[in-house]
């Protein structure tokens, strides 16, 4: 335990799972941590190995946060295990997804001909939370402010505070011509940005309308907010283990501290000699 705010990576990937890379192939899950309060955001294919890891703590209250729901952020929910057994309780929130209530697009996930177990006969105590688009809220010892961003389906940001610390995961988000206002706002004075940087900026200009950004996006972004640790995030599935270390190693060369996100990364939202973002650990 530890009251400084921490975030921890399960899952990287954009679009689909890819098994075949070293710097981790499941798709977008992390967990924030402060004190006795942990967050789960996104539950991708990363989700099972954290589900796995809580049953040997034994029962516990598990809080998921859905940026949208689309296949890639919610495909790890009907294999993580605490939702099958008694005694563990889990809140699965979202903003508005625009199409179905928040209950109803959860419930659709378990039911057949597409999964066995219908969402009513989970063993544990698992209920959904509709949040309010721009809400502001408390989860034990974290504030967590929202804000739409921009995508094909609803998409939402998340900035996490604690202590004087925060963190920004906004992933799913297309850049503008200009730096996104709504996003500038939410991560002004950060200390960790997590960025959706899926394409190049040489690829870019082939997938406009596609909802995802690029690294030089995310940088010039935390150069605007004053986030002095960027980490690219929600990698292209065809993107290989080289081509990722060359993606971060021109992005650190254009924005000092740059880092691309792997499984099994820890990052502390801390000054640690004047330097904030600092790596605690890697996998």
Same mark, same amino acid.
């Given at each position: ?11 990287? /990937?954009?679009?689909? %799972? *890819? ?33 796995? &890891?809580?049953?040997?703590?034994? %029962? /516990? ?5 859905? !940026? ?17 057994? %008694? ?6 929130? !979202? ?31 698992? *209920?959904? /939370?509709?949040? /309010? ?11 967590? *402010?929202?804000? #739409? ?11 996490? &505070? ?11 988000? &297309? ?5 996104? %206002?709504?996003? &500038? #706002? ?13 394409? *190049? ?5 082939? #997938?406009?309308?596609?909802?995802? !950004? ?56 801390? !000054? ?12």
């Amino acid at each position: 335990m530890t009251n400084d705010l921490t975030v921890r990576f399960l899952g990287v /990937r954009g679009s689909i %799972p *890819t098994p075949e890379h070293a710097a981790g192939g499941n798709t977008s899950c992390v967990e924030v941590c402060a004190g006795d309060t942990r967050i789960i955001i996104d539950a991708g294919s990363g989700l099972r190995a954290l589900g796995n &890891e809580r049953m040997a703590h034994g %029962p /516990r209250h598990s809080t998921i946060l859905l !940026s949208h729901l689309h296949w890639d952020h919610v495909c790890g929910l009907p294999f993580f295990t605490p939702i099958y057994v %008694p005694g563990h309780r889990v809140e699965i929130a !979202s903003g508005p997804n625009g199409t179905l209530s928040h209950d109803e697009a959860i419930r659709s996930l378990f039911r057949a001909p597409f999964f066995p177990v219908d969402f009513d006969e989970l063993g544990g105590t698992v *209920t959904t /939370r509709e949040l /309010r688009a721009n809400d502001k809220f408390q989860i034990g010892d974290i504030t967590i *402010t929202m804000a #739409k961003l921009n995508h094909p389906d609803p998409v939402f940001g998340f900035r996490l &505070e604690h202590g004087g610390q925060s963190i920004v995961y906004a992933t799913d988000t &297309e850049h503008f011509a200009c730096v996104d %206002p709504t996003l &500038e #706002k939410l991560a002004a004075g950060a200390d960790i940005l997590i960025y959706d940087s899926q394409y *190049t900026p040489e690829e870019y200009p082939s #997938k406009v309308g596609w909802g995802h !950004s690029t690294w030089q996006a995310g940088a010039d972004l935390a150069r605007a907010a004053g986030v002095p640790q960027l980490v690219l995030f929600h990698h292209d599935p065809g993107r290989t283990d080289a081509q990722l270390a060359e993606i971060e190693r021109t992005a650190a060369a254009n924005l000092p501290g740059t880092v691309a996100a792997r499984e099994g990364m820890v990052l502390v939202a801390r !000054s640690i000699d004047g330097k904030k973002g600092e790596r605690a650990a890697a996998a």
